[in-house]
């Protein structure tokens, strides 16, 4: 019995899962040479997860405008205020890539070519832009060498909180190209601490039912 009471509570603990995605469509100018006032927008997700979702999986998709992909800093903010840098200025010579760092990748961004980022990306996007112009649709992985982060993954985000005000915010560090944000879809998994009322009532009538036998059969 005792044992059927820790399977009980393992599995109560294990609530429903969701797997929702969030776009926003905000055709947002990217002022040139300018990062301190960056093309800004946020998904808020917290009348979808409530409280008690945490993450289970993140990524990004942007459809982006702009002539010099190797101008741009691209940062995702979740609602707890961690930074992930998808993109710090591809191409650019390292270590110093703000602005003043020499040109980086020179490829065009167009929004009718997406770019999914996530750990799953066949690149890094510190590569972003260098395969020719414009930039093809395609997947890359976080620029864990961006000189702007809290951390280097989207597994980092993993057991944060779900709901509540995603940022992206998309920076311009030379001059001379512009663009837009013109939309950017937020990918999340997400799994809820509190089981559902079905599934709960069902297995504990079963171990209930268990239970009783084997007393009945002790006797």
Do not use: C, K
């Amino acid at each position: 019995m005792r044992f059927a009471l820790i399977v009980l509570g393992s599995i109560l603990l294990a609530g429903p899962a969701a797997a929702i995605s969030f776009t926003s469509t905000p055709s947002v100018a990217i002022s040139d040479n300018d990062p301190g006032a960056p093309a800004v927008d946020t998904i808020d997700t917290a009348t979808t997860f409530s409280p008690d979702f945490t993450i289970t999986s993140v990524s990004v998709e942007v459809s982006i405008n702009h002539t010099w992909v190797g101008d741009l800093a691209i940062i995702l903010r979740s609602p707890g205020g961690v930074e992930l840098q998808l993109v710090a200025r591809a191409g650019a010579t390292h270590p110093d890539e703000g602005q003043g760092a020499p040109f980086g990748n020179g490829a065009n961004l167009i929004a009718a070519n997406p770019i999914l980022f996530s750990d799953a990306g066949t690149a890094s996007a510190e590569t972003l832009g260098s395969g020719g112009s414009p930039i093809p649709a395609g997947s890359f992985t976080a620029d864990a060498d961006g000189w702007s982060t809290d951390i280097t993954a989207f597994a980092d985000y993993v057991g944060d909180l779900a709901g509540g005000i995603w940022t992206l915010e998309v920076g311009d560090y030379a001059g001379f190209d512009t663009g837009t944000l013109e939309s950017w879809t937020l990918n999340l998994d997400a799994i809820s601490s509190i089981p559902e009322p079905s599934t709960g009532l069902l297995v504990l009538a079963g171990l209930v039912g268990f239970s009783a036998r084997r007393r009945r059969e002790l006797r």
